[in-house]
């Protein structure tokens, strides 16, 4: 697992005034700081690596154009700044997806997904595989189960953090992340037909 | 219950798959439990796998290199846009030039705010009072009917005055200004009379004559002998303004008021009187009480000088001109005078003493006036009864003027050394005793009679003139009028003693 960087709402609050400024090293540094969640959360989306790269190198993009028009909630800027870098990261991935769906029916295959380290071939396929069947289970969530189990599996978030960063309680938290979970799990085929059914089952009675 | 103990068998193994054990060393302890939390723990796992996935170093250095030539273009264009195209698409002006704008229209909304107090708040003798008088008159254009804009004008005059009194009270001298403002306040009114009904102009003129009032009050209270000159004047021109607004007739147009002509001296000819014209000149006012003595150049403000008014001349201007009238022909110290106050004089019905119609009246005497009367002729001969005289109870203007001649011609000798000076006596406004047989019996009281003719008339006519206004008698003018009443045009009067030498040589009737 990778060293996250540390996110405070003064660096938050500095980093994005020097974007609004034109700095350079400002977006730097707010690329630094986002960029491995942001592609975190778009390689469970699209499930391809190179896509998600560009992806991510296209929602900074996003962020150059539009920072200048950027309100900052001086109370949370940490968090101002994470739900929107989320929100455009899920509006690029439903493009994505779009285009994909297309690019699918005119018979070009996607890219082949690339890892952090250096697998062999077998590993690379296993690996491809599961992400492909990750992003496929991944698009049966809505956004929120999707936050929530990308920040606390992918990212590492505790449950408070996922909650503040949401604008959520502890509790809803953790019942967003359960049911994403078993919604996984069934999208997945990880359960057994008892398994589905009692789910199916208890998912009706809730 | 089963969910519940699901629920926290699930969290117990996430948070110790999270910290690093397998899905599988998690759910060791749970036994039969294990089974349903197995599923859901997988997929956790599979999710978290991804933690481990990261932008390679060369990922990084890419999208950096994108970045920095995105927010340099950026900025290129962002610059590049505020300096081009139309000015309503450029963005505000920018940096120290957006102060520079700022601070200069900081600084002119200032001056304005600065500049208007100041001259708000301004007053007389202040370098911002003129304007001041000039701004506070705009509300006047703005009313659409005359009454309103008579009671604006009154509004603004009394403010005027509430000036005069504050700077005289605080020790400063008079300002022209100031008494330019209420005057011409007052006189604007007074212009008009003509479009505001009687109601109104009682009121307006009551208004008027407040403020005379005031202005006499503030001259008594002023020491400076010059301010209280000049008070004086303007409080007797307000007082006329006021008279006039409250008399009937003011169709004359009160605001350009005549002050009958300069009386003209006599024609040094010697026989001839030389035609006293009703010159409808105007001429600078002579303050009430203040004939003969004009003030000051240096005291009397501009528009005291220049305002045009009906005050009546001075009794002896008046008296004056009667005497150059009744005295310039030598034939008239011989002729024997008609006796008696003439029948349109002495009869309490006749034309002058009872009179219903001032306007009427006045408008008969003007015309009369301004007939073609080459000059002014006294005649030698006493012609009584070829005049038409007025009957009592009948106001035509042309018997009345006839008579007027008559009275006019006859007493030379006596008109010499009538007490033209003399204020006009009381029982003059009073009418005479009737003398319907006058003309057929021709008085021998040549001293009475011009006395009469000049002071034994009732009240003046109101006007002699269109211009003029009721309550402004000018005896010398009317005088005058007389003189060139009794030669109406064919009327064969002749002021010549030479009949051949006039045109229309009059035969008297026997």
């Known amino acids: ?14 980093v994005v005034t020097g974007c609004q400024r034109g700095e350079t090293a400002a977006i730097e540094q707010l690329y630094d700081l986002y960029a491995d969640r942001i592609y975190r959360y778009l390689l469970v989306r699209v499930g391809n690596s190179d896509s998600a790269a560009d992806l991510t190198t296209e929602l900074f993009l996003r962020v150059i154009k539009s920072i200048g028009a950027f309100r900052l909630d001086r109370d949370r800027p940490a968090a101002t700044v994470s739900a929107w870098l989320f929100r455009i990261a899920g509006n690029l991935a439903a493009e994505h997806y779009r285009a994909q769906k297309r690019v699918s029916w005119l018979g070009v295959e996607d890219g082949e997904p690339s890892f952090a380290v250096n697998p062999g071939p077998e590993q690379l396929a296993e690996q491809k595989e599961e992400l492909a069947q990750l992003a496929q289970a991944m698009a049966g969530l809505n956004e929120e189960q999707r936050l929530v189990v990308t920040g606390k599996f992918a990212e590492a978030m505790t449950n408070a953090e996922i909650a503040a960063w949401l604008g959520k309680t502890e509790g809803a938290v953790k019942s967003l992340q359960h049911r994403a979970l078993r919604s996984l799990a069934r999208l997945m085929h ?7 059914k009692r789910s199916w089952m208890s998912y009706a009675e809730e | 219950m089963d969910e519940l103990r699901r629920g926290v068998i699930l969290a117990d193994c996430i948070e110790r798959l999270l910290a690093g054990e397998t899905a599988s060393d998690c759910l060791a302890q749970y036994g039969d439990e294990a089974a349903a939390v197995l599923p859901l723990l997988t997929a956790a796992a599979r999710l978290h796998r991804v933690n481990t996935y990261c932008l390679t170093a060369y990922q990084r250095g890419q999208a950096k290199a994108t970045l920095r030539a995105a927010m340099l273009s950026h900025n290129r264009r962002t610059t590049h846009s505020g300096r081009t195209g139309p ?14 704008a700022l601070a200069g229209m900081l600084a002119l909304t200032l001056i304005a705010v600065v500049t208007v107090t100041a001259v708000a708040a301004s007053q007389p003798g202040d370098v911002g009072y003129p304007v001041r008088v000039v701004v506070e008159r705009a509300p006047v254009l703005l009313k659409s009917t005359a009454a309103a804009r008579a009671a604006a004008e009154l509004r603004i005059a009394d403010r005027r005055l509430l000036d005069l009194e504050t700077r005289l009270k605080a020790g400063g001298e008079l300002v022209p200004a100031a008494v330019e403002a209420l005057l011409a306040g007052d006189q604007a009114v007074a212009g008009r009379a003509t479009e505001l009904s009687r109601a109104e102009r009682f009121q307006a003129a009551s208004h008027v004559a407040a403020q005379a009032a005031t202005l006499a009050t503030l001259a008594q209270s002023t020491r400076q002998m010059s301010a209280r000159v000049t008070l004086e004047a303007v409080a007797a021109q307000v007082e006329s303004l006021a008279q006039r607004l409250m008399s009937d007739d003011v169709s004359g147009g009160v605001g350009s008021s005549l002050t009958p002509g300069p009386v003209e001296t006599p024609a040094q000819s010697g026989n001839q009187i030389a035609p006293i014209a009703l010159t409808a000149t105007r001429t600078p006012a002579a303050p009430v009480g203040h004939t003969g003595t004009p003030l000051p150049a240096s005291v009397q403000p501009t528009p005291v000088r220049e305002m045009p008014t009906a005050q009546p001349p001075g009794l002896g201007q008046r008296a004056t001109a009667l005497a150059k009238t009744a005295t310039a022909s030598p034939g008239i110290a011989a002729t024997p005078v008609p006796s008696g106050p003439p029948a349109s004089l002495g009869t309490p019905g006749g034309l002058l003493t009872g009179s219903p119609i001032p306007g009427r009246r006045a408008t008969a005497l003007s015309q009369t006036a301004t007939a073609p009367a080459p000059r ?8 009584p009864t070829q005049v038409p005289i007025a009957e009592p109870d009948t106001p035509v203007p042309g018997h009345r003027a006839t008579a007027l001649a008559q009275t006019g011609t006859a007493p030379a000798p006596a008109a010499t050394d009538a007490p033209v000076h003399q204020p006009e006596p009381t029982s003059a406004r009073m009418p005479d005793t009737p003398a319907p047989e006058r003309q057929e019996t021709p008085p021998a009281q040549p001293s009475s009679a011009p006395v009469q003719a000049a002071t034994g008339t009732p009240k003046p006519p109101p006007a002699l003139t269109p211009d003029r206004g009721p309550d402004t008698p000018v005896p010398g003018r009317r005088a005058t009028a007389r003189a060139e009443l009794a030669t109406p045009a064919g009327a064969g009067v002749v002021d010549d003693p030479d009949p051949s030498t006039d045109q229309a040589p009059f035969t008297p009737a026997p």
């Open chain 2, 87 to 100: 000015w309503y698409l450029r963005p505000a002006l920018t940096g120290s030039v957006r102060g520079l």
């Open chain 1, 1 to 14: 697992m990778a060293m996250q960087p540390v996110i405070t709402d003064d660096l938050i609050a500095a």
């Open chain 2, 376 to 383: 002014a002729t006294h005649t030698a001969e006493p012609a």
């Open chain 1, 190 to 196: 990880l359960q057994t037909p008892q398994e589905r």
